[in-house]
């Protein structure tokens, strides 16, 4: 047996070394593309809409056939003309306004609040002693609980909410980047050891990239807690936005108007969820190689 | 052998009275070696014989082992691992020019310096591939590029075809000592496979008991054939300082790594 391979080793050196093998073309008997067996199958574009789409449709059929009462659940297209009454009348654009307005300077401030004290905390002793046990803590404390202590600091004005929206953005961004950072593979220390890589290139070639698919993480958590939170504190604290207005149709038995509400919190919820999708699609291309 | 006449009289790697130990452990006991520019020694021993933690020694990378002696090593020294550490979010060339500067001393580009060592292993046209999409002995060869750029005069490599099957590895020997004879550096291969030592190195190191137990130099040409009954003289002798009787039984306990040339004379 051995005997082969030491013929091989023989006459190795003469043969050109192949760099890549040849492909072969593969013949099968349906002319279907294969798919791979234990795979979930091809995946289609937009696909992730079919779910949502399929719901709005037996919700438009119900209403159709007179399944559904009006008081409970209006009709798709007499929502639509709700909000197409109120934004024409001016207060549906002002409250939507106002509500992505805080959304995205809470989603902000929670963001650079929860990389800065992740890259603190992960990179440098002093950081993590200093900053991890108190992050724990204030996770530990339900955020929306903070929201009566926060009024008496802040007022009832945008600051609070802001503030609010902030906290609940910055924990799961801060937890999975320091995690991420924190889990740094050693074997990567040793070959930027072995490189003699500066703490700086370490760093930012290494360290940061490699905690990237840990960030993303954090940050699809983070969108959907910002809109959470939105929901929550215009509908408690507000005189405008959203959540308001959604406050005021209970109030007069809108439920068209109500539905109204829900319906773009579904939207922005969904589309910036998906929009954070794309981006970790476009940092993380070397992750699809290994996937395909 | 092809001598570098003007750098001989000073060694590239010399070790005095080198130990480490882990715990109570003694790993290595006093560990004495010259390695004179440009020479290939390969280092043998059973696992845990401590031949990986002399490399690492070597390397730089011990820090949390206890032990003494002295270490002297040339200011460039790249070291190849077992796995090719290869950064997976960096495209290959990127890789190869990790922590390499834009321009060398000479005022060379990085990144056709890069490139040519890629052509060399025979990856040019996967620059932009990432590393993934490499097969295992293709890592490896980039692994190599990326050593070879720096242009060491020492390469220190753990075991580094270890992960391969046996006919990528015999293509990667290839592939070594051709780098080896073209470039020169003092080589450092620590590997368990007696063969590859024997195939490929000047010198060959047995460590046994933290101590260099066989200092083996074959003075044979290149490429080597195993049917060179020389070659197999070599062998047996590494073998039997290996404890495994030219029968392929072991007279001694061997652990599996070390066998695997059971059937032959």
Request: no cysteine.
């Amino acid at each position: 047996m051995a005997d082969h391979v030491s013929t091989v080793l023989v006459t190795a050196p003469e043969r050109p070394v192949a760099t890549s093998p040849v492909p072969v073309p593969r013949v099968t008997t349906t002319g279907r593309p294969r798919v791979r067996r234990l795979a979930p199958g091809r995946r289609r574009p937009y696909a992730r809409l079919l779910g949502p789409l399929l719901l709005l449709a037996v919700w438009a059929g119900a209403s159709a056939a007179g399944l559904l009462d009006p008081r409970i659940l209006p009709a798709p297209w007499t929502v639509l003309h709700t909000g197409w009454h109120l934004w024409t009348a001016g207060t549906l654009r002002t409250d939507l306004g106002t509500s992505l307005w805080r959304a995205t300077q809470g989603f902000a401030i929670g963001l650079v609040a929860g990389v800065l004290l992740a890259l603190a905390a992960g990179l440098s002793r002093i950081g993590e002693a200093l900053i991890d046990g108190t992050v724990q803590v204030n996770r530990a404390v339900p955020t929306l609980g903070l929201i009566p202590l926060f009024i008496l600091w802040l007022g009832i004005g945008e600051t609070f909410k802001v503030v609010i929206i902030a906290i609940v953005v910055y924990i799961p961004v801060y937890l999975n980047l320091h995690a991420a950072l924190a889990g740094i593979d050693s074997r990567y220390v040793e070959l930027a050891e072995v490189l003699r890589l500066s703490r700086w290139q370490f760093v930012r070639q290494v360290v940061i990239p490699g905690a990237l698919p840990g960030f993303f993480v954090g940050l699809r958590l983070a969108v959907t807690g910002s809109w959470l939170s939105l929901v929550v504190l215009e509908q408690i604290n507000a005189t405008n936005g959203l959540g308001y207005m959604m406050f005021q149709a209970q109030n007069y038995g809108q439920t068209d108007v109500i539905v109204l509400g829900l319906l773009i919190y579904g939207v922005f919820g969904f589309a910036s969820d998906s929009a954070v999708r794309l981006l970790e699609r476009r940092v993380l291309a070397w992750r699809r190689s290994l996937s395909s | 052998m092809a001598p570098i006449a003007q750098q001989l009289t000073q060694p590239a790697v010399r070790l005095t009275g080198l130990t480490r130990s882990f715990g109570p452990r003694t790993v290595l006991d006093g560990v004495d070696l010259d390695i004179p520019p440009g020479q290939f020694v390969a280092l043998l021993g059973h696992s845990g014989s401590g031949k990986s933690t002399l490399l690492r020694a070597i390397a730089g990378l011990d820090h949390d082992t206890a032990g003494s002696g002295e270490l002297s090593t040339p200011e460039r020294v790249s070291v190849v691992f077992q796995d090719s550490r290869l950064l997976p979010w960096r495209r290959v060339l990127d890789n190869v020019l990790l922590g390499v500067g834009k321009r060398d001393a000479d005022g060379r580009d990085a990144a056709e310096r890069g490139r040519a060592a890629l052509a060399e292993v025979g990856l040019a046209g996967r620059e932009t591939a990432w590393p993934g999409q490499l097969s295992g002995g293709e890592q490896q060869r980039a692994a190599l590029a990326r050593s070879l750029v720096r242009e060491p005069e020492l390469l220190l490599a753990d075991e580094p075809f270890g992960a391969l099957d046996a006919l990528t590895r015999i293509r990667m020997h290839t592939l070594l000592r051709e780098l080896w004879q073209r470039h020169h550096p003092s080589v450092l291969l620590v590997t368990h496979d007696v063969d590859e030592a024997a195939a490929l190195a000047d010198r060959v190191l047995v460590l046994e008991h933290g101590r260099i137990a066989v200092d083996l130099t074959i003075d044979l040409p290149h490429p080597r054939s195993y049917r060179d009954p020389q070659l197999g003289e070599y062998r047996e002798r590494l073998l039997a300082a290996l404890g495994v009787r030219p029968d392929g039984e072991p007279t001694a306990a061997v652990p599996a790594g070390a066998t695997g040339h059971r059937g032959e004379d």
